[in-house]
């Protein structure tokens, strides 16, 4: 990559506009769904390009939708800064430029990019934007190099370094396609470039517009056109089909994985975990393999998160220990707490500190205080649990009736046997008791013991008689079971 200089400060004082080129097909993508809108690590392909023109402080971001207009348009709604100009006709990337280019204010640099590359990083197009400003270019070419171009149009340079044309595959001439700089389409510009697209013509078999016209434009204007060369040529990879996509999604999952790294993440499996951009975790976090991890999730030190476990918008505390194979959405586990393995917290749960919620617990809507234990096969929905209370195996908080759903209260210190189902709405007291079994219907007052079942008997014979009118099967399946039917009789 080429070194930057200290640009001069009427240089760092352009404003910098962006137009995001995102009207396109993507036929090749063989998908009902825009092809800028398929996601690479969680965000939309169109967002990256956004989002890196949101990090450079660009005054305005104009993206230029086309195809699924509509839905683009909507995914992007609430984007600070972003405005829309639809392409209707599909005329060629410099027909798609003057329709974004029609509302800038002319007094800044233009930066172009594409809502089908998202992989080209903040800090490249930081050194990019320098590089121009510093130079005094008037266009400047993101350009990249490869052992085999195929496929890319090609930089084709002057003595001394400008470029002097961009000549398309189809082009060229052998001499011209054994050249191994490549043209990325990234390009920033001074304020003239609105003027000059203008003069584009289509005089071409295809008869659209080529951006690729201003570098002329630009040269007859006597404006300095060079280039800038990546370090990296996997930055300007597009994504036109589903395996194209699914390399893009292998390099930022491994970008993602690697900074992380380097901030003190520990993490056993790199390759097998997937972790969106918008998550944060905190240094001396272990994670297992196989994670997935999405949204606004968020890991505090120290926090353990068990193989292949998947956590969205959730808060982990520190210290907290999320056991193997748990699903985790929309909720917060407190300090030093421990969830699964096999655990699903569903959205509005709240674990205060060391929490215990062991295998085949489900929680919605519940906040559990300080040291309660949910150990096994359970379902806590609608409920607010007291600290130290002990919630048995098999309990089941019934919040549904049909059409409405009811919250209870359960205080501190409380034992709730094993299989008991308490009928929502109820309130059980501080260090009440619920003995196995009971179905409760009726609040418990504070220091009470509540039994709600019926009152065992038991029936001599009665196994006999009922195995007995099934003798035939009982044969034919149970063996140990005939056998005793005929040791007894």
């Known amino acids: 990559m080429t070194p930057t200089q200290d640009p001069a400060p009427s240089a760092l004082a352009r404003p910098l506009d962006v137009i995001v080129l995102a009207a396109g097909a993507g036929t090749r993508m063989k998908s009902d769904l825009p ?90 197009l930081r050194d990019l934007l320098a590089d121009h400003r510093a130079e005094g270019s008037a266009m400047t070419v993101l350009t990249g190099e490869l052992p085999d171009a195929t496929g890319y149009g090609r930089i084709i340079r ?12 189809k082009a060229a001439s052998a001499e011209e396609k054994a050249v191994r700089e490549f043209n990325s389409g990234v390009y920033v510009m001074d304020r003239r470039a609105p003027e000059l697209a203008r003069r584009i013509g289509n005089d071409n078999p295809a008869q659209e517009y080529y951006l690729t016209d201003l570098l002329e434009l630009y040269r007859a204007e006597g ?72 949204g606004q999730t968020v890991i505090e030190s120290g926090a353990v998160i068990g193989a292949y476990s998947v956590i969205g918008d959730s808060r982990i505390g520190a210290g907290a220990a999320v056991k193997p194979h748990s699903v985790l959405e929309g909720a917060e586990v407190g300090a030093g707490a421990d969830v699964g393995p096999f655990a699903r917290l569903r959205p509005g749960t709240v674990l205060g500190e060391g929490v215990h919620i062991g295998n085949f617990v489900e929680t919605k809507n519940a906040r559990l205080d300080r040291g309660v234990k949910a150990g096994h096969l359970a379902y806590l929905g609608d409920v607010t649990i007291g600290t130290e209370t002990n919630v048995g195996a098999g309990t089941i908080v019934a919040n549904f009736d049909g059409v409405n759903k009811h919250q ?32 409760v ?38 063996p140990w079971l005939s056998g005793w039917l005929k040791k007894e009789g």
């Not at 949101?54 to 971001?61: K, N, T, V």
């Not at 690697?258 to 918008?278: N, S, Y």
Request: net charge negative; charged share 25%; aromatic share 4%.
């Open 35 to 124: 092809k800028v809108l398929h996601p690479v690590a969680g965000r939309p392909m169109v967002g990256w390009a956004v989002k890196a023109a949101q990090d450079l402080g660009a005054r305005s971001i104009v993206v230029v939708t086309g195809h699924g207009a509509e839905r683009v348009e909507a995914a992007l709604g609430g984007e600070g800064g972003v405005t829309f100009a639809r392409q209707d006709q599909q005329l060629g990337t410099g027909h798609a430029f003057l329709c974004g280019a029609e509302g800038l204010s002319g007094d800044g640099d233009v930066l172009v990019l594409y809502g089908d590359t998202p992989l080209l990083s903040e800090a490249t």
């Open 158 to 169: 002057g003595e001394n370094g400008e470029v002097q044309r961009i000549v398309e595959e």
């Open 223 to 294: 404006g300095a056109v060079r280039a800038f060369k990546l370090s990296d040529p996997d930055e300007v990879m597009g994504a036109n089909d589903r395996r194209q996509l699914a390399d893009a999604e292998a390099v930022m999952r491994r970008r993602i994985t690697q900074g992380l790294m380097k901030e003190g993440v520990t993490i056993q499996a790199p390759d097998t975990v997937r972790i969106e951009d918008t998550v944060q975790i905190a240094r001396d976090v272990l994670l297992e393999p196989g994670v997935i991890l999405t």
């Open 408 to 439: 209870s209260q359960v205080g501190a210190g409380v034992f709730i046997g094993s299989n008991s189902t308490l009928i929502a709405p109820r309130t059980v007291g501080d260090a009440a008791f619920i003995a196995a079994g009971s179905a």
């Open 441 to 478: 219907h009726e609040d418990v007052p504070e220091g009470a013991m509540a039994v709600a079942r019926g009152k065992q008997r038991n029936v001599e014979g009665w196994s006999r008689r009922y195995w007995g009118g099934l003798r035939e099967k009982v044969d034919a399946k149970l």
